[in-house]
Structures are given as structure tokens and as C-alpha cells.
């Protein structure tokens, strides 16, 4: 007897194990299901709405974790317990009060002098988000590295106020959120810092491989947070001064 679409069910999951290294691939996968609008409702149980293209996009990404050395299995499912069906469709549905919520929160983002947090051991990511930050951003800002408190801005932290954002990394969402696009020299950077970030040739810029030396550099020389934005904002003050006045859009505070 043939099944109505209601029995077959009305969700897509994604189960997935990913393997514990390296860490960029499971920053990855992450990235991937935040990209095609997957919501997590337990720990590596991905949902999406029942549709062919949901279908192919979940098809995909299980072949890419498990060319990766993970597991993943995609299968259709009722929720017959717990969670009735609308308040998984609330899931995902904008939600007026969480958009103005958003925006309301988003204000005293651009004030200054605020505690600014992210993950420990940075790399190229938060150290050139960071040196954005202070540069175009907030002039007198702070950085801590661990776990943020009330009134800290995370960034590039799971969840936070600035962080991955489908295709982008860290530097790419902040351009986009503090609208800094029209500034092409900042968007060559961006360039940069994505490609190694990801570990990807999106861009493929001719300078991205000296950059990412120079970060590597950075990074084994200094063990400590602070110093590495220190030397970093360094480098990338040299480097956004190399290109042409004519495209950048201030000059430094």
C-alpha cells in the first residue's frame, strides 16, 4: 500500500559522527548546513523541511562527511512526541520580535569602547577581524579570549553577535554588518582571509599565500592571544596601506 506524504513524514534529518580531526572540516560541515538553513534540534541531528531540494542539499552533505572520514545518514521523519509540528515550522520562520530584537541589540554594537570576545588561540580569522574591529569599527576596543559575560560582543565564537555566515567567515560578516564593502581594499583582505580561513581557493588571489605564511609566522612565535593581534594588526596596517588611496575608504583613526 502506497504511503501518503503525512505517514512518509513532513521533515528531512541529517545524523551525522564527524571525526574529531581536523578541526577545519567540522567547521565545514557546520558551515554547510548553516548555509542551506538547517536548525540543529539535538546534537549532530540536523532538520529541514521535507522538499527535493532539501532532499539533494542533505544527499550532498552526507557524501561530503563521508568522503571525510565521518558518518551520515538522511532519512524522513514524522515527530510524533516532544515537539509538535508548528513549533518546528516556528523554527523557521522569521520572527518579527526576534528581527527587531536583532536590530535593537545591533545598536549599541557600533558604540565604542566595548569588551570584545572570541575563542583563544586565534588565528588568521580572529586576528584579522580583530585588527578590523579596531581599525573601522570600534577604535577602543578590548579583546578577551574564553567565555563571554553579559555585555561582552562575541565574535567568531558558535552563536555569536559577528561569526560564519553561510559562505563568509568572521572578516566577511563583519564587512557585510558594518557595511565596509564599498572599501576594495578591505574586500581584497576579505579575499584573503577567507581562502585560508577555509582552506579553499574561492578567490585565488596572487598575495593570499604570502599572507597566509606571514599569519603562520605570527601564529608560532607568539603564545600568547595578545600578542599575536598585536602583530597582526602590524602586518595588516602594512598591507591595507599597499593598496592605492583611491580605493580605500578612510584612512586610519
Known sequence: MRQSKTELGRWLLLIHQLPPKPDYFRVKIWRRLQGIGAVAIKNSVYVLPFTAEAMEDFQWLRREITAGGG???????????????????????????????????????????????TRPDVHVDRIASAWLIRRFIDPKARFVFGDAKPGMVRFDM???????????????????????????????????????DCKEKKFGR????????????????????????????????????????????????
Open 206 to 253: 596572487d598575495e593570499t599565500a604570502g599572507f597566509a605564511r606571514l599569519i603562520s609566522g605570527i601564529v608560532k612565535r607568539n603564545a600568547r592571544d595578545e600578542a599575536r593581534i598585536a602583530r597582526g594588526v602590524e602586518l595588516l596596517d602594512t598591507l591595507y596601506e599597499s593598496f592605492p588611496v583611491s580605493q580605500q575608504r578612510s584612512r586610519s583613526h
Open 158 to 196: 558558535f552563536e555569536g553577535d559577528y561569526t560564519h555566515d553561510g559562505d563568509r567567515c568572521t572578516f566577511e560578516t563583519l564587512l557585510k554588518r558594518f557595511t565596509l564593502e564599498k572599501d576594495t581594499a578591505l574586500r581584497a583582505i576579505g579575499e584573503m582571509v577567507h581562502d585560508v
Open 71 to 117: 558518518e551520515a545518514t538522511v532519512c524522513r521523519a514524522s515527530f510524533v512526541d516532544g515537539m509538535s509540528d508548528k513549533q518546528m515550522e516556528a523554527l523557521f520562520r522569521p520572527d518579527r520580535a526576534v528581527v527587531a530584537g536583532r536590530h535593537a541589540a545591533e545598536a549599541p554594537m557600533h558604540k565604542r569602547g566595548r569588551i570584545w570576545v
